[in-house]
């Protein structure tokens, strides 16, 4: 079992930065990927980023260029930098991880907003 808490939304303006922490917790040796899922108002949840044990990542390409996902497996943390932010960015961030066995454990989200 995974518990997953997350920290670090608000409020920011067009341009600004955010950097966004997810703290994994109970058998982290089951932790395979993670990654940061964004679910806009009224949208479908899309995936951001995700970063792999050895820290290969992919990103969404909305974000590309703008967003950093990195991970520090001595503190079982993931984070997201977030940079040049936009007003489209808005809405809720979940974590995520999946387990060697495929299994898909989420964080309680953390609302980011925006300010045009």
């Known amino acids: 079992q995974v518990q997953l808490v997350e920290s670090g939304g608000g409020l920011v303006q067009a341009g600004g930065s955010l950097r966004l922490s997810c703290a994994a917790s109970?058998?982290?040796?089951?932790?395979?990927?993670m990654g940061w899922y964004h679910q806009a108002p009224g949208k479908q949840r899309e995936l951001v980023a995700t970063i792999s044990r050895r820290s290969t990542t992919n990103y969404g390409d909305s974000v590309k260029g703008r967003f950093t996902i990195s991970r520090d497996n001595a503190k079982n943390t993931m984070y997201l930098q977030m940079n040049s932010l936009k007003p489209e960015d808005t809405g809720v961030y979940y974590c995520?991880?999946?387990?060697?066995?495929?299994?898909?454990?989420w964080g309680q989200g953390t609302q980011v907003t925006v300010s045009s």
């Open positions: 109970g058998t982290i040796s089951s932790i395979n990927v």
């Open positions: 995520n991880v999946k387990t060697w066995t495929n299994y898909l454990y």
